[in-house]
């Protein structure tokens, strides 16, 4: 299975993003699928048309919709994750850390509150790379039809805060394991 990674901004993700490829092919492999992952070579900057001005994020069901027309339509077998050091919303909530379109092949994750700083806590670039690691296979587990999960130490558990995604592990459990493989099996 192949997916690629997009910068979404540099800052924050192009020292990063080589590592967070290797970290979700390791969560992918102990499941049992091997993942192809490319990186995008350049940069790709949300439209502004995506970006509302008085909540000051970007509307994320705006950027799936710019990811799967700009890039995921013209390539059928590829799967997209954008990332970036912004922060987004969708419809009902006040922020997400990421969402996935799994009819579209798309997925991003914002890495804004993912950053300790954001909480006013001091810099711990180690604690957000693996949280942004967790989220880049949490989205990616979506977009490959899991759903979310009930076990708290898996990676398919829905966080609705930063502590959330500190409490589980980068890894699918043995029942999202078996499910992933299952599909996997199923659409070769
Ligand atoms: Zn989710
Ligand atoms: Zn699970």
Redesign the pocket.
Known sequence: MEAVFIPLTRYLVDDFIDEWAKLVNDSYSRAGVGVHILIWPRTESPPIKCFNFNRVQYHSTCILSWLYESLASKVSTYYFIGIGYIDAYVERLNFVF?E?APGMRVAAVYTKRLLPQFYGRGPNYNLYYERVAKEIV??LG?LLNLS?CVNRACV?S?SNSVNEVDLKSRFLCDKCSRSLVSYMSKTK
């Open positions: 990421g996935a949490h989205e979506h979310h398919m829905f």
